[in-house]
């Protein structure tokens, strides 16, 4: 430690000194005032700011992703403004003021929330744990008739009497026999989503039921007009 005498006084703040002569008191001076020290504190509010733009930028690639499924379905999910939230994810957080910034995160990571929640309810697993599709949607050749027509379904085909689950949850809009697709279950999702189990040899549900996903609701069969 280097001692110094009281009569050597000196100034942090206007950075001097009496005896500029003593190296070891300069050194001392220097350690005070932080002069060794690389100028950060004015940098460090923007690159924490840059950090957190950065960050917002990953969830908002994410919020375009969801809204973009429900966009291709051609669905408008519950109390969830799509052109809204697309456009809010759009923004330039780089202008937004930095009070301001932890309310945008804030209201991104409400909307992403909503999404994933609105996404989990969609019907989109299959009904049956085992089955290969036999016919997809859209225009296809009629293999009894062979004329050629719109096909507004997927055929599953499986093994008899495969239990067929709901997909999703939701309830039961119908039960019973609908003219060419046989014995029907009729499910209404949210999101304004319904689907049609057809064919089947067995109902398990009525009408008014509710229903969660994974529920068995029916058993493959071979009813209607079937290929």
Same mark, same amino acid.
């Given at each position: 430690? $280097?001692?110094?005498?009281?009569?050597?006084?000196?100034?942090?703040?206007?950075?001097?000194?009496?005896?500029?002569?003593?190296?070891? @008191?300069?050194?001392?001076?220097?350690?005070?005032?932080?002069?060794?020290?690389?100028?950060?504190?004015?940098?460090?509010?923007?690159?924490?700011?840059?950090?957190?733009?950065?960050? +917002?930028?990953?969830?908002?690639?994410?919020?375009?992703?969801? @809204?973009?499924?429900?966009?291709?379905?051609?669905?408008?999910?519950?109390?969830?403004?799509?052109?809204? $939230?697309?456009?809010?994810?759009?923004?330039?957080?780089?202008?937004?003021?930095?009070?301001?910034?932890?309310?945008?995160?804030?209201?991104?990571?409400?909307?992403?929330?909503?999404?994933?929640?609105?996404?989990?309810?969609?019907?989109?697993?299959?009904?049956?744990?085992?089955?290969?599709?036999?016919?997809?949607?859209?225009?296809?050749?009629?293999?009894?008739?062979?004329?050629?027509?719109?096909?507004?379904?997927?055929?599953?085909?499986?093994?008899?009497?495969?239990?067929?689950?709901?997909?999703?949850? /939701?309830?039961?809009?119908?039960? /019973?026999?609908?003219?060419?697709? /046989?014995?029907?279950?009729?499910?209404?999702?949210?999101?304004?989503?319904?689907?049609?189990?057809?064919?089947?040899?067995?109902?398990? $549900?009525?009408?008014?039921? +509710? $229903?969660?996903?994974?529920?068995?609701?029916?058993?493959?069969?071979?009813?209607?007009?079937?290929?």
């Amino acid at each position: 430690m $280097v001692p110094i005498e009281e009569s050597r006084n000196f100034s942090i703040n206007n950075k001097t000194l009496k005896n500029d002569s003593n190296d070891e @008191v300069k050194k001392i001076e220097d350690r005070l005032s932080y002069n060794f020290l690389p100028v950060i504190p004015f940098a460090a509010p923007r690159n924490n700011k840059t950090k957190m733009v950065q960050f +917002s930028k990953t969830i908002d690639l994410e919020i375009i992703e969801l @809204v973009n499924v429900f966009k291709t379905l051609k669905l408008q999910p519950d109390n969830i403004d799509l052109t809204e $939230v697309d456009n809010f994810a759009k923004n330039n957080l780089l202008l937004t003021k930095d009070l301001e910034l932890i309310d945008e995160l804030s209201s991104r990571f409400n909307y992403l929330d909503r999404l994933k929640e609105a996404i989990i309810f969609l019907p989109l697993k299959p009904p049956m744990q085992y089955y290969y599709v036999s016919s997809q949607y859209g225009m296809r050749i009629h293999p009894k008739t062979k004329k050629k027509q719109m096909h507004k379904g997927i055929d599953m085909a499986g093994t008899w009497q495969e239990e067929v689950r709901a997909s999703a949850n /939701g309830f039961v809009v119908f039960s /019973g026999r609908f003219g060419s697709f /046989g014995k029907v279950i009729k499910i209404k999702h949210k999101h304004g989503v319904e689907t049609l189990s057809g064919h089947l040899h067995k109902l398990l $549900v009525k009408k008014g039921d +509710s $229903v969660i996903e994974g529920q068995i609701i029916g058993k493959m069969g071979a009813t209607g007009r079937v290929a």
